[in-house]
């Protein structure tokens, strides 16, 4: 149903105050052409009733020659913030950056952040917005995932449909998404609800089963027929199945960089008020489907870049892959079982 602006901006108050937003802090939005300007509007009002600066921050429209498609995660690595100095130093400025444009995956999000500079991402439609708006409860949620997988030593998924996945961890860092940008130099993204890390380079190992309504991202399509993956040393080294399995492995081939087929991230969703089902009632164009990436139980996997966490695989294609009715341990540990997070 239509958000009304009221709403929005109520929503945005909540979780700008989340975000320690006060009278102290100046607030940059950073928008093109693009964005939503609803959104927008509702930041700069939001923030201006908790009595801090704000400044908008407009940049032209940046497509690679290489992207395809309208999805603002079907190309990683450049922005229209690439190379343009004044203005990230502008950004730097901030102590907070309401995104409605897309930084993710870039260089220059990540020195930005390493300034204390927060950022937090928001370019999914008003109405998923306020349905997730992001409480304290969320973070505790997934703070406590975080205790138990950046202590682990591996991560070993399963699945009735064939998953039979092993990733060794440790090399890298749990990262963690629960709405708000709380913390000095911390990146979130509103709304989401999720916990994931990397395997340790060259070790994951196994068979990826695709099965029918799991779902590819950013094709934003929810699977017809199974797909298998084969995984060895920590890149995918087959794909087969029917059709979708070769639309998969065409387009990935399409960027003729063999690091689009590494294992990137990997975790599990913990977003209750996330639906398996929200991706069929919107248009490819509207947002990043976040609900896709964080409905309750996922297990999602990621291909292509890991340099957000210091990682060498720099590469264009990012592909994001939530899959339904997974066992996932930790070590010894079930974390999730048959697609139902066990809490701790």
Known sequence: ????????????????????????????ILKSHYSNERTIKAAMNAALCLGAKVFILELPAFNHPMAMGNDMTAYCGDTALTGNIAAQRAL???????????????????QILKTGTRILLAVEPPEVLVRMLPTIEDKIRVKKAEEQLKVAKSMHVTSKAGTDFYAPLGQYPAV????????????????????????????AEGILNIDVGDILLPFKMYVREKITLEVSKGFITKIYGG??????SDYMRYFDDPEVYGISHIGWGLQPRAQWTAMGLYDKNDGMCMDARA??????FSTGPNTEVGGSRKTPCHMDIPLRKCTVLLDDTIVVEDGVPIES
């Open 1 to 28: 149903m239509p958000m009304n602006d009221y709403e929005l901006s109520q929503g945005f108050q909540e979780v700008l105050r989340l975000s320690k937003v006060n009278e102290n802090q100046t607030v940059a």
């Open 92 to 110: 730097e400025t901030a102590d907070l950056i309401v995104d409605t444009m897309m930084l993710l995956h870039s260089p220059e999000q990540e």
């Open 176 to 203: 963690t998404e629960y709405g708000f940008s709380d913390e000095p130099g911390r990146w979130d993204h509103w709304p989401s609800g999720f916990l994931f890390t990397w395997p340790n380079e060259n070790q």
């Open 243 to 248: 059709f979708e399995a070769e639309y998969l």
């Open 295 to 300: 409905f309750h139980g996922n297990f999602l």
